[in-house]
T-cell receptor
């Protein structure tokens, strides 16, 4: 099973709301990633977790708060977002730790977020 | 900083043609290069992964080559089909202080018409 699942598929939120995106994989992967993708643009890396520890934060605003409660689950908590944060949010995973370098990244279907 | 460029940005061909998509990168100190496919509004599907020590990888009608020293990769699609229509992204995994980071190109949008 090479599946990464993401919920919800779509999310509409106001600028004062608090919401969370969820990502799950059961491939035994120990590296998990959050990406943001705007229309017609490539994905931009936001965060990397390796062995449930945050290893890369690409200077993402604090209104995005990642969490990795266990090796299979990755959350992205959202608070006080701006309309320009509207995008497709993609989760990915790969084997780790050395395979953080060498392994294939498997992507989920994404959550399409609209901030009003 | 690594820069990844994909040419052409868009391609429209009739069914049955053999295609070549190009990817170039500025820093040859990579660990691997990965080709993805993305359908509109969907996530990325990994097609092929080439390690820096490899020259090519094949999967079905797809063949990807890597020339690390010249900073180039090509994705060859044989006997194209309408179902191949999608955006194809190439991404390189950089070493050094950016360990774990993928650098993406902007993609080639492919349309195969019947």
């Amino acid at each position: 099973d090479t599946e990464v699942t993401q919920t919800p598929k779509h999310l509409v939120m106001g600028m004062t709301n608090k919401k969370s995106l969820k990502c799950e994989q059961h491939m035994g992967h120990r590296a998990m990633y959050w990406y943001k993708q705007k229309a017609k643009k490539p994905p931009e890396l936001m965060f990397v977790y390796s062995y449930e520890k945050l290893s890369i934060n690409e200077s993402v605003p604090s209104r995005f708060s990642p969490e990795c409660p266990n090796s299979s689950l990755l959350n992205l908590h959202l608070h006080a977002l701006q309309p320009e944060d509207s995008a497709l949010y993609l989760c990915a995973s790969s084997q780790g730790p050395a395979a953080v370098v060498f392994g294939t990244q498997y992507f989920g279907p994404g959550t399409r977020l609209l901030v009003l | 900083k690594q820069e990844v460029t994909q040419i052409p940005a868009a391609l429209s061909v009739p069914e049955g043609e053999n295609l070549v998509l190009n990817c170039s990168f500025t820093d040859s100190a990579i660990y691997n290069l990965q080709w993805f496919r993305q359908d509109p509004g969907k996530g990325l599907t990994s097609l092929l992964l080439i390690q820096s020590s490899q020259r090519e990888q094949t999967s079905g009608r797809l063949n990807a080559s890597l020339d690390k020293s010249s900073g180039r990769s090509t994705l060859y699609i044989a006997a194209s089909q309408p179902g191949d229509s999608a955006t194809y992204l190439c991404a390189v995994r950089q070493g050094g202080s950016t360990l774990g980071r993928l650098y993406f190109g902007r993609g080639t949008q492919l349309t195969v018409w019947p």
